[in-house]
């Protein structure tokens, strides 16, 4: 009986032996794939994807508290330049920059850069304005009905008030292809710096535009950087007056077409000889200009007769022979275009000589230069590029700084061979150096020592500016000389693997 009832035990317990050996079996089957080198792989990834997440999350709510951006826009549209940087750098009074807009409707583009102001300077805060919860703050410091994201710059020292409209913080242009119209350009910095620095000069310049002997008008592009400067632009018609106005600054000549009246010149002189400041343009093609010539003549300069063409390629616009690309000569009106390497643009452009009777009082400065090979083309009329006998040997001043401290009076005076070089395309082209030059000139001469104009953020495709020299290296080295060595590699790959 007992061998029986242990035979029944036998039985019973085998499923729970067999039972145990699965259950084992699966164990460490799973233990198993547990030691695989895949699972290892897998584990791996999985803790560096959830540490890099974390990491992640941790940056970006780091990045969120304290409000850091990185500007990837193609020219740091919402990054301050350098110039504004460090002009606030040197501000001595305390300005307030009031931010009018309601909450919720913010300018993306205006939000980002009205930030910027207020960590640029430790004397300048920003302060947002909702005009519907203030709707009579604006009133106290402008006249006219405040539009949205406008800014109202206030100078807490001086009391100084600028308004700076939104619509003037942008440039705009008509899509012929869709009839609306769209925005060009950003000027958002341009025109708070130029507010800023309303509210803190003491005296505003003012430039007179000679009129009354066809001279060149100055382009809205101009007018309205002059604007952003803060230099007042009026026109003085120097035939129906008897003195230059006392408030005059600047004294600017823009390539007269007939010739100035004795009377005109010794007016002018006048105002010269006791500290006025000129800048000077002219037009190669016009002549008979003698008492206008005398003018320059009495401050040691002439013009050398005909148009100045360049024999190195290196100094002109590509096929654009007349366009020349001159030397940039190391002085305060050049620093900036000379580190941004920007050329300048002189189109048909006259040259400038010094003359032996220069008084000793005098220090003539060159500001562009040929190279030289240029040489002056007396018969304007030629269709003959290259030199020819009676053209004039370079090299030629195409601009020239005038200096005299005489008597107690210190007078400037800028001349330029082409007051082309000013021209609406010239000035807009992005990566020429002709605005800069004006402006700095303008600058210098009318002794505005920290003025500073930020140029307009273009929204347009940018163009590069290369001589003809260059235009032919870059064309050689990628119609020639790269397919030229693809072709040669990969010839040389093809028979050293057929030899094997």
């Not at 440039?171 to 803190?200: P, R």
């Not at 037009?283 to 148009?307: I, W």
């Not at 030629?396 to 210190?410: R, S, T, V």
């Not at 150096?433 to 009318?446: A, H, K, P, W």
């Amino acid at each position: 009986m007992k061998e029986f009832d242990n035979e029944i035990k036998q039985e019973q317990e085998m499923p729970k032996k067999e039972t145990n050996k699965v259950k084992k079996a699966a164990f460490s089957g799973i233990k198993a794939s547990f030691s695989t080198r895949k699972f290892k792989g897998g584990a791996y990834t999985t803790v560096v994807t959830a540490v890099v997440l974390v990491i992640v999350l941790l940056i970006n709510v780091f990045v969120s508290e304290l409000d850091l951006k990185v500007d990837l826009s193609s020219d740091d549209m919402f990054t301050l330049t350098d110039t504004t940087k460090e002009y606030l750098s040197n501000i001595k009074d305390n300005i307030t920059i009031y931010y009018m807009v309601q909450t919720g409707s913010e300018d993306n583009i205006v939000k980002r850069i009205m930030d910027k102001y207020n960590s640029a300077s430790g004397r300048i805060s920003v302060i947002h304005k909702d005009p519907v919860l203030y709707p009579a703050f604006a009133s106290q410091y402008a006249d006219e009905e405040i539009s949205n994201n406008s800014v109202i710059v206030v100078n807490n020292t001086n009391g100084k008030v600028k308004y700076v409209d939104y619509n003037d913080m942008f440039e705009y242009e008509m899509d012929y292809a869709t009839y609306n119209t769209i925005t060009s350009g950003v000027d958002v910095e341009g025109q708070i710096t130029s507010a800023i620095q309303y509210t803190t000069m003491e005296e505003l310049p003012v430039m007179y535009m000679v009129e009354g002997h066809g001279e060149m008008q100055l382009s809205d592009t101009l007018k309205a950087t002059l604007k952003k400067i803060n230099v007042t632009t009026n026109k003085l018609a120097t035939l129906k007056t008897e003195s230059i106005p006392e408030d005059c600054s600047i004294l600017l000549i823009t390539a007269p077409q007939t010739d100035y009246s004795t009377e005109e010149v010794d007016m002018i002189k006048e105002y010269l000889s006791t500290g006025g400041d000129a800048i000077i343009l002219v037009d190669y093609a016009v002549e008979g200009l003698g008492n206008f010539n005398s003018l320059l003549n009495y401050y040691g300069v002439g013009f050398v007769n005909g148009v100045v063409l360049e024999g190195n390629s290196n100094y002109h616009m590509g096929k654009y022979v007349n366009y020349l690309l001159p030397n940039i000569e190391s002085h305060e009106i050049t620093s900036s275009i000379l580190t941004k390497d920007a050329p300048v643009i002189t189109p048909v452009v006259k040259g400038i000589e010094i003359l032996d009777s220069a008084r000793s009082t005098i220090e003539l400065t060159p500001l562009l230069t040929t190279s030289d090979s240029a040489y002056s083309k007396t018969d304007i009329q030629s269709d003959v590029i290259d030199k020819e006998t009676g053209d004039i040997e370079g090299p030629f001043n195409l601009g020239i700084l005038i200096e005299e401290n005489y008597n107690d009076a210190e007078t400037k005076i800028a001349v330029y061979g082409s007051a082309y070089m000013i021209d609406e395309e010239l000035t807009a082209f992005p990566s020429s150096g002709n605005m800069d030059m004006f402006l700095n000139t303008v600058n210098y001469v009318g002794g505005k020592d920290n003025s500073v104009a930020i140029p307009i953020r273009n929204l347009a495709q940018e163009y590069l500016t290369i001589s003809a020299s260059q235009s032919n290296f870059w064309a050689a080295l990628v119609v020639i000389v790269i397919p030229a060595s693809f072709l040669i590699t990969g010839g040389y790959i093809c028979i050293k693997r057929r030899k094997k």
